[in-house]
């Protein structure tokens, strides 16, 4: 056996108990939310085939993929001109399986070999880990969770109104109160484009603007007239970046601009129906405000996102006191599942990126002290007989739902004491010999270092 | 993108809703017990280094470890020789990182790697898949979750005591009564071999009667044989495969069959003390009985269990009123993280088996019907105007905590009707005409077909 020192791979993480029992206070908040607006968990397998996830992903993604070797002999199908074609043609000879890259393109598969047996509209949450080979830096890893929420089998936008509010009761039980909630649609985009005269353009168009936050209305602008976009409409574009007013005076100007637009028109169109649809459900996110004083809710037309499958809708969600990319965002599709063959599916969908919610959290102290877990409370021993006489009493506090834990040797009191400190368990019991003798427990709160008297029972009731 | 029909990789799953409602089931009852004992989660990478696994499972084990790939041109650090040498060297050149193939070895890696932070005794659980190259066959897969619990850094056997109430108690939770906790000790295993004249032969004679139960006392006769082990030897064994009596009369013909070995000393020592550990903890696992009338708790010698580093007590969980293998199992080991160059770590530590124990639970239809998750409620619309009815309703049925959904479109009544019968949602509102000009809603339980007529607020208070 080696004895080399270990490590992990470049990119991955452990996480310790204390980083877990946070972690699942947001995957727990998020689960629920998820629950109440009807959708259900689905969890799909570590390995796809290669098959399936390549060609889904655009050229860079296929790089990205985590491949696995054929198990055995993984050489015996490969002919000397397959090693000579290099590693890209062998990769197809050597490995059949991948790692998942997202959620997306296994729930389209999902649904895809399920549709006989699914009920649509078929509400589906996931959240499991993705990989990578991303070159790591702060904040981007090898393997991370993904946290979607999808519905496919409706085109109905109360689906988009829902997502909203899931966005919203989300961050909002999390305990934030400074986020916006932007939304697009593509549509709009789209009769953008055809209003300033390069109409079909708006592909090249959304991949500039959604690079306003990033360089700047100068730097769109040249990659605007890099990717061919005429100096004149590229003119026209830019008073759209500094709409202003509340979102029904945006709606109004948009109009205005792109009403004669088919597409324009679609997206005004819809837009208004999730504002309706969030008016009759009295969402909090049209009513609430964030510090500067500004809608929770915002219209925001140069919200591009880049994936290109998105089709209507768009949503990206930015806390605003702290220095933090999206954490959310999403958008509605008219053909996910159109890449295995089965057309016309229409859906929308949406996630949380939790290790970016985890970082805004932690930075604003948001994590409730509650969602420590672990024991309540230490036995702590002295000796062969305080230990015979916790033992039962151990039991006695566990049959009440407590969790306890007796320190398993006598050893040193402040060995014992540091311990229940490093697992920041809140109390401690000594069962000395005095304490046996009155039958009076001596249990000392590890936070205040107050310590009072009590019997068995009086402990229990305390701690319950 | 391709078109083909999509497949997931052989000896993988994907788990729908009311699958994932049921596994969560298990995992948290399994969850809450550990926290009850005061163990705490971890979690580590699906991926890890190579090296770290290679040489932990054996030749065997090496071989179902599945690979991946180096990303970008992963050719290049190779020479025609490197593929000339065939698959096995080659893997070596190509391959840098594995998927975690059980918890333990990752475990044991965690541990050397923060053995300065870690406070010990160190109690962690871990639930996470783990994946296996191996032939998939019915009930065996390639991706499949481990479910352990492990404490290192205390010899006390009080941990060994706590482990059989764990078993105890998760498999009481899940509604099982007749099973069976069979314990030995590799002490005693190695006492008997010196008692019948072949000392330092216990791994020998373990591997034969462990498979006891599949081949037969012929079967290991022939085995041991085979391996080596006198004929003597091997007739003064076979008694042992049939003690009876209760723990205690086993426990005292043991005293007179090893009490003269040191290894037996030592096994018969452990043993005893766990059992006084049980009786101050006024076990479960010792009052007990299963249906045969046997104690639930077992002393059987017979019990080896496979894998080589266990040096002290051992356990094995066998459910006796259905056909299934072992559904957790566990034992003490002396030097785990030796193999990563930190010695004299002393551990104990089990698992369950989550496939097995929710095949056990499906045959016995110990699953409980509050373990479905999903909306309470569906609300059924009929038209534009109903849907306007309905979203407030909806608002204010999610506000009182109750997971409820309007279906998204006008669809056909007898669609919603079957769209809520799909999902399990116990009951419907519908809202007609009718309906909204009286105030009155109608609520209909899908289970009994019966239909009654309320407010909203009758309505929530009746679902709450």
């Known amino acids: 056996m080696s004895k080399e020192k270990p ?32 959708y259900l968990p689905l969890e799909t397998p570590a390995m ?90 702060k904040g ?32 909002t039980d999390l305990g934030l109160t400074d986020f916006t909630i932007k939304i697009n649609h593509r549509g709009i985009l789209a009769g953008i484009a055809e209003a300033i005269g390069e109409k079909g353009r708006e592909g090249d168009i959304c991949v500039a603007i959604d690079k306003l936050d990033k360089i700047g209305q100068e730097g769109v602008r040249k990659e605007l007239l890099e990717r061919g976009i005429s100096e004149e409409a590229v003119t026209k574009l830019e008073p759209l970046y500094n709409l202003s007013g509340t979102n029904e005076q945006i709606l109004d100007q948009l109009q205005t601009i792109l009403g004669e637009t088919a597409e324009g028109k679609r997206g005004l169109k819809d837009l208004r129906e999730v504002w309706n649809y969030l008016q009759a459900l009295q969402s909090e996110a049209l009513t609430s405000k964030n510090e500067s004083g500004e809608q929770r809710l915002q219209l925001d037309v140069t919200l591009a996102r880049g994936l290109s499958y998105y089709t209507g809708c768009i949503f990206e969600v930015k806390v605003n006191n702290v ?61 062969k007989e305080s230990e015979q006489y916790a033992l039962p009493l151990l039991q006695q506090l566990r049959d009440a739902g407590i969790s306890a834990e007796l320190y398993p040797e006598a050893a040193k009191l402040k060995k014992q004491m540091s311990y229940a400190d490093q697992k920041s368990i809140p109390y401690v019991v000594l069962i000395g010999s005095e304490e046996i003798a009155s039958g009076k427990l001596k249990l000392r709160n590890m936070q205040s270092g107050e310590q009072q008297d009590f019997t068995i029972e009086e402990i229990i009731s305390n701690l319950k």
Chains 1, 2 share one sequence.
């Open 140 to 171: 981007r890893y090898r393997e991370f969770y993904q946290c979607d929420a999808d519905v496919v089998g409706t085109n109905s936008l109360l689906c988009e109104a829902e997502i909203v509010q899931m966005i919203n009761g989300v961050l």
């Open 48 to 137: 796809e085939q290669l098959s399936v996830l390549t060609g889904k992903y655009g050229d860079e993604g296929d790089q990205l993929i985590f491949k696995i070797l054929n198990s055995g002999d993984f050489l015996n199908k490969t002919k000397p001109e397959d090693i000579e074609q290099g590693s890209k043609h062998l990769t197809r000879k050597i490995s059949e399986k991948a790692l998942r890259y997202d959620l997306t393109v296994p729930f389209a598969r999902f649904v895809v070999m399920n549709r006989n047996e699914i009920t649509f509209p078929f509400k589906r949450y996931q959240i499991q880990p993705v990989w990578r080979a991303d070159r790591p830096q």
């Open 323 to 383: 220095s933090m990319g999206s954490i959310s965002g999403g958008g509605r599709y008219d053909n996910l599942t159109g890449m295995f063959g089965m057309p016309d599916v229409s859906g929308v969908g949406f996630s949380f990126g939790v290790d970016r919610i985890y970082d805004v959290l932690d930075e604003l102290q948001l994590f409730p002290t509650s969602s420590q877990e672990g024991s309540k409370v230490l036995l702590v021993q002295f000796d």
């Open 7 to 38: 490590s992990i791979p470049k990119g991955t993480r452990d996480f310790g108990p204390a980083v877990v029992v946070k972690r699942n206070y947001i995957f727990g908040v998020i689960k629920r939310t998820f629950e109440k607006f009807g």
